[in-house]
């Protein structure tokens, strides 16, 4: 009887526990959401005549909304109604033919809770028609040549903000070419393929030919281009794609160069080690190998016993065209090795630094070995030929000017070992006036070919002590006249020009009277 008393009064209890009382609320903490628009977001050939509605997942406070948290573009005149969980928007003219409009609805819109909504809210659409600013462009590639080479053709662009497409490049979508007679092609599964929009004239649009979902192919001609519509007229941006072109490349070792094997290593094979040629063969001892490339230019090199440079002095280049040569010859390129030396005295160089220029096709095949020394000198040998104009750079943390803001030019005589460089970014240089027979009464200003001579506050030298003047301020290497400009007068320190030579070992220049 006890044991039943008890389960008696613990079901009271639980039932008791699960019961609302009169007195209690559930408050709603939840943002509101948008959960659809009219027009859609992405919709096209919208009547000029729309209003639009926004509807949320429940009902709005009128109170919380004004018209500065409702954000068109174009701007557009309207009134606005709201009416439970809808905003209600009445543009006051017609919309603009062949317009897009980008609608922002901001996150401080209320619902009768006074939740906010979580983040703005923007949606897109485009009215019916085209108007007068944008002119029809056909994307066209003939692949009748290479159809079975280019199964999935598309274009992908990034097109003015109020024209048919998006605004940004958007990798994950591409805009098919046809090729089945529905798009101004009457001839389909003829390897034509084409596709039309409207684009805003007077703006600059740029787009890439996609092949096979590839955006980086390694042929030479689909790459980003520029375009500019400049009237209403129709325009076609076209291309031809032709197959794949078998060449030859032979390398002929008459010097004997060769001792155990040689590979052909290019852009067309990542620089990789897959390649490696046959031969020798014959009194010239050739070495052969056959690859099939598309059309375009590529930078390779022969890769002799364990050696980049032993047999080509720079990357060697080749333009593949269809119904041009498909035999490659190539012999060895004689030179002289030079050192270059980096010395990175300002210690500018963090992770890496490369040699770049003419001489390797600008490519990273010259990485620099160092730092070595208390001067730490970085180094690298290549051959190069006596005689020829080079450009270079050294090319440091990926980035072409932090020691070298222009090209650096070389042309090397029969006996050049090496080539000493140095840092030729801006160096801070101190220039001291040494005033010790009281010249200077009000002011004094430095000006020379560093500031073009002008007289410019900011070159005013200050005293600092013991009749010294001042300052400080970067310069770049290189031979500068100047002289002290002292209270109005040319002539009152220095009769003629002062020259200074800077490099990056003197920051510190000090000058004396050199007057009448």
Request: net charge neutral; aromatic share 16%.
């Amino acid at each position: 009887m006890r044991k039943f008393k008890f389960f008696l009064l613990f079901m009271f209890l639980i039932s008791n526990c699960s019961k609302k009382f009169p007195n209690e609320e559930i408050i709603d903490s939840s943002p509101p959401k948008v959960i659809n628009t009219t027009p859609a977001n992405c919709e096209i050939n919208v009547p000029t005549s729309k209003n639009i509605e926004i509807l949320f997942s429940e009902e709005i406070d009128e109170n919380s909304f004004s018209p500065s948290l409702l954000i068109i573009t174009p701007f557009i005149n309207f009134n606005y109604k709201i009416e439970g969980n809808k905003l209600l928007i009445y543009p006051k003219e017609n919309l603009i033919t062949g317009q897009r409009y980008w609608i922002t609805i901001k996150k401080d819109l209320k619902d009768k809770n006074g939740n906010s909504m979580k983040s703005d809210y923007s949606f897109t659409f485009k009215v019916e028609g085209h108007n007068l600013s944008q002119a029809p462009v056909t994307f066209k590639v003939d692949a009748s040549l290479a159809k079975k080479y280019y199964p999935v053709l598309y274009f992908a662009g990034s097109f003015d903000i109020f024209g048919d497409y998006d605004p940004q490049w958007n990798m994950g979508k591409r805009y098919p070419l046809y090729d089945d007679g529905l798009h101004k092609d009457n001839n389909p599964s003829d390897g034509i393929f084409a596709n039309s929009i409207y684009l805003t004239i007077d703006i600059n649009h740029s787009y890439q030919w996609v092949v096979d979902e590839d955006y980086n192919p390694d042929n030479g001609y689909i790459k980003l281009k520029n375009f500019n519509i400049t009237t209403a007229s129709p325009k076609i941006e076209e291309i031809k794609l032709y197959p794949p072109i078998t060449i030859t490349f032979n390398y002929y070792d008459i010097e004997n160069k060769v001792k155990n094997e040689i590979y052909l290593r290019g852009d067309f094979n990542n620089w990789g080690l897959s390649d490696r040629m046959n031969g020798p063969s014959g009194t010239q001892r050739v070495f052969t190998i056959t690859k099939t490339l598309k059309e375009g230019t590529y930078y390779y090199k022969y890769y002799v016993d364990g050696n980049w440079d032993l047999v080509n002095q720079n990357n060697r280049m080749i333009n593949i065209v269809y119904g041009g040569s498909t035999i490659q010859n190539d012999y060895y390129e004689g030179g002289i090795p030079v050192a270059f030396n980096y010395y990175d005295i300002e210690n500018k160089v963090q992770n890496s630094i490369y040699l770049k220029g003419d001489f390797n096709g600008w490519s990273d095949v010259n990485k620099m070995s160092g730092p070595f020394g208390t001067n730490r000198k970085f180094t690298t040998t290549i051959n190069l030929k006596p005689g020829v104009d080079y450009q270079y750079k050294y090319y440091v943390d990926n980035d072409w000017d932090k020691v070298n803001l222009n090209n650096r030019t070389i042309k090397i005589s029969s006996g050049t070992t090496e080539i000493n460089d140095y840092y030729l970014g801006p160096i801070s240089v101190t220039f001291n006036y040494h005033d010790i027979e009281s010249k200077v009464q009000t002011s004094i200003h430095i000006r020379g070919d560093f500031n073009n001579w002008t007289l410019d506050y900011k070159y005013q030298l200050t005293m600092t002590s013991n009749n010294i003047y001042s300052i400080t301020f970067d310069i770049f290497p290189g031979t500068y006249n100047y002289k002290y400009y002292v209270d109005g007068d040319w002539n009152k320190v220095n009769i003629n020009n002062r020259t200074v030579t800077i490099k990056s070992a003197n920051k510190i220049i000090n000058d004396y009277y050199a007057g009448p």
